[in-house]
Nanobody
Framework: VQLQASGGGLVQAGDSLTLSCAAS????????LAWFRQAPGKEREFVAA????????YYAHFIQDRFTISRDNGRNTVYLQMNNLKPDDTAVYYC???????????????WGQGTLVTVSS
């Protein structure tokens, strides 16, 4: 699976932003898709994941209902709707594809290049 993330940018605290990740490859429709992020000087961390059907999703505890992950299998695209952004959300956001829904990076064997989200206070 090949992944191309987009939609990052500079926003102010409290703003909303939607990230997109276009996927291609013959296993896309059967893959779980996830978002991870990596802030400067920190390790990559799980954000959210959605099952191949879109029927199940899984979020990191810190999301606190601010983010929503969704997928459009007709467009082979996964989205991350982010509301009420905080400066701590500043990071490079990566999309990933894997065989099953999980919150650990090793589960996902395909990764996009990342898109930078910067939240100013």
């Amino acid at each position: 699976v090949q992944l191309q993330a987009s939609g990052g940018g500079l926003v102010q605290a409290g703003d909303s932003l939607t990230l997109s990740c276009a996927a291609s490859g013959h296993t896309v429709s059967s893959s779980a898709l996830a978002w991870f992020r990596q802030a400067p000087g920190k390790e990559r961390e799980f954000v959210a994941a959605v099952s191949w059907s879109g029927g199940s999703s899984y979020y990191a505890h810190f999301i606190q209902d601010r983010f929503t992950i969704s997928r459009d299998n007709g467009r082979n695209t996964v989205y991350l709707q982010m509301n009420n952004l905080k400066p701590d959300d500043t990071a490079v956001y990566y999309c990933a594809a894997g065989a099953y829904l999980d919150n650990t990076a090793p589960t996902y064997d395909s990764w996009g290049q990342g898109t930078l989200v910067t939240v100013s206070s």
